[in-house]
């Protein structure tokens, strides 16, 4: 069965430093996709980034990026530069070609210290 | 310009009652979901819909019935509504088999 696991609940950071949150997945297949997607408290679920798993080349998005290592099943989401709008919960997803369904992981909730 | 509307944003009712939340996408997707997110923020998908056509049912209770009138619009009804169906409820839209889905913003239910 396909899983997402994000190992921390909640992480701190101060404002301006750098940040990572952890994600590792478990699946059989080869081609899928993955992202990070972050819930501000509006609820709103916003993409913040995607990878295909085809690709290499790790995605970046401004001051969001990730490091994607298809081999240990990890992707991880480094933010840089934090600002106090970056506050919310982030979700690692997974999804496959063969499947209609993105699976998320638990959420990891953090916090940034001004 | 919202590109997935869900209707209403909040709804509190009393167990028992039979209420229906309403989701519109103007993205031209052919994909739609529905997600429950729980009291811990976890997210489970329900159901899904391909071109008006269910392809997902995720042990989901028979209360809960999804209903696609056309690619644009997926609704839920839900009957006899017990406590444990508090939650948000979120509808997302989604090329099939290309990338990401694209959320509403939820409608937080209360059970009372």
């Known amino acids: 069965a396909q899983t997402v696991t994000q190992s921390q609940p909640e992480m701190s950071v101060q404002e301006a430093e750098t940040v990572t949150l952890s994600c590792t997945y478990d699946?059989?297949?080869?081609?899928?996709?993955l992202f990070w997607y972050k819930q501000p408290p509006s609820r709103q679920m916003i993409l913040v980034i995607r990878q295909e798993a085809y690709k290499q080349q790790n995605a970046t998005e401004n001051r969001f990026s990730v490091n994607f290592q298809k081999a240990a099943k990890s992707f991880s989401l480094k933010i840089s530069d934090s600002q106090l709008g970056d506050a919310a919960m982030y979700f690692c997803?997974?999804?496959?070609?063969?499947?209609?369904?993105?699976?998320f992981g638990k959420g990891t909730r953090l916090h940034i210290l001004p | 310009d919202t590109a997935v509307s869900q209707t209403p944003k909040y709804l509190v009712t009393q167990m028992g009652n039979d209420k229906s939340i309403k989701c519109e996408q103007n993205?031209?997707?052919?994909?739609m979901y529905w997600y429950k997110q729980d009291s811990k923020k976890f997210l489970k998908i329900m159901f899904s819909?391909?071109?008006?056509?269910?392809?997902i049912n995720e042990t989901v209770p028979n209360r809960f019935s999804p209903k696609s009138p056309d690619k644009a619009h997926l609704n839920l009804h839900i009957n006899s509504l017990e406590l444990g169906d508090s939650a948000v409820y979120f509808c997302a839209s989604s090329l099939r088999q290309s990338r990401e889905a694209f959320f509403g913003q939820g409608t937080r239910l209360t059970v009372v």
């Open positions: 997803a997974y999804r496959t070609n063969r499947d209609d369904k993105i699976i």
């Open positions: 819909y391909n071109n008006k056509e269910l392809i």
């Open positions: 993205l031209g997707h052919d994909t």
């Open positions: 699946t059989s297949e080869s081609d899928y996709y």
